[in-house]
């Protein structure tokens, strides 16, 4: 069930329960009456909740798993994807973390897609890019392979909404429940690299979740960043928990095992196919795809 049918079966539910309560013997049963007030709000929550950080930005992770070097040049040819298409959007990008290889790859990558304007749709950067999560592959000829050889690679995209200081108040990490560590920063910076420990990594004990932030000057801009950040996953393991729940009293799960885990191929060798193994939306046009035009998939 998509987003678009999830808010309208809300819609029918809360509209069902809505026309009990015009009923004349709707307060005859208390009890149930008050339940039924109680699951209208809930629903109507719910409601709320689905599209709730759509129109805000949106945080990126890619890394790279199998595949080695070609994964790690996947990683960033996917990072090249998101830019282009975050440009042609409008909208801005700005790097929180960047773990690079010698040859231009990224091992992985953490980047931010803030909006100056909402799309036409009203939808952010978060509400176009949500379901692009998931591990996704490539097919080619591997340009690290003396023999010129076919190879496949993964990697995997991570996508969470970022919460603004409005959400903050409503979901709240005990202090006792992070670990907070702090260290020298690397790479591009200036006087700051290498004299103070302006990068932090938190980690979230319970759920053992993990974030590392560097991009910034400052070790409080880091350690704000990296709050913001665990939030959104933490918020991101709860739903996807519901969510595991919800498609576990499913009988037909509609996943097709032979497929594995990827989401979306992209085939260069030995011919040029994009496909989403999801929604079955496939197309010749690789290089437009990679170049940003992602409208087709989203």
């Not at 199998?66 to 440009?87: I, P, Q, V």
């Not at 319970?206 to 400052?218: A, C, K, Q, Y």
Request: proline share 2%; charged share 30%; net charge neutral.
């Amino acid at each position: 069930m998509n987003k678009e049918e999830n808010l309208e079966n809300l819609d029918e539910q809360i509209e069902k329960l809505e026309a009990s309560m015009l009923e004349s013997d709707f307060w005859a049963d208390k009890n149930k009456a008050q339940t039924i007030i109680k699951e209208i709000a809930e629903l109507k929550a719910k409601k709320e909740g689905a599209g709730k950080y759509d129109k805000g930005n949106a945080i990126i992770t890619i890394i790279s798993g199998a595949g080695g070097d070609d994964a790690e040049d996947f990683t960033s040819m996917l990072l090249e994807m998101y830019m282009k298409y975050a440009s042609k959007c409008g909208w801005g990008i700005s790097f929180i973390h960047e773990h690079k290889n010698d040859h231009n790859g990224y091992r992985n990558v953490s980047f931010e897609i803030s909006q100056s304007k909402a799309l036409g749709n009203g939808s952010g950067p978060y509400g176009q890019l949500r379901n692009e999560g998931g591990v996704h592959r490539l097919v080619r000829i591997s340009p690290f392979n003396a023999k010129k050889l076919r190879h496949t690679s993964f990697s995997l995209v991570e996508v969470l909404p970022k919460f603004g200081k409005m959400d903050e108040k409503d979901f709240v990490i005990p202090e006792a429940d992070l670990k907070i560590e702090f260290a020298k920063s690397s790479g591009p910076g200036g006087q700051n690299v290498n004299k103070r420990e302006t990068a932090v990594r938190i980690v979230h004990t319970p759920t053992n979740i993990s974030v590392h932030v560097s991009g910034e000057r400052t070790q409080e801009a880091n350690r704000e960043r990296a709050m913001s950040m665990l939030r959104a996953k933490i918020f991101k393991k709860a739903e996807e928990e519901k969510k595991s729940v919800e498609e576990s009293m499913k009988i037909n799960k509609g996943k097709d095992i032979e497929w594995g885990s990827q989401i979306r191929s992209y085939v260069l060798h030995p011919y040029k196919m994009v496909k989403d193994h999801r929604t079955g939306v496939e197309t010749s046009d690789v290089d437009g795809v990679l170049d940003g035009n992602l409208d087709l998939f989203l």
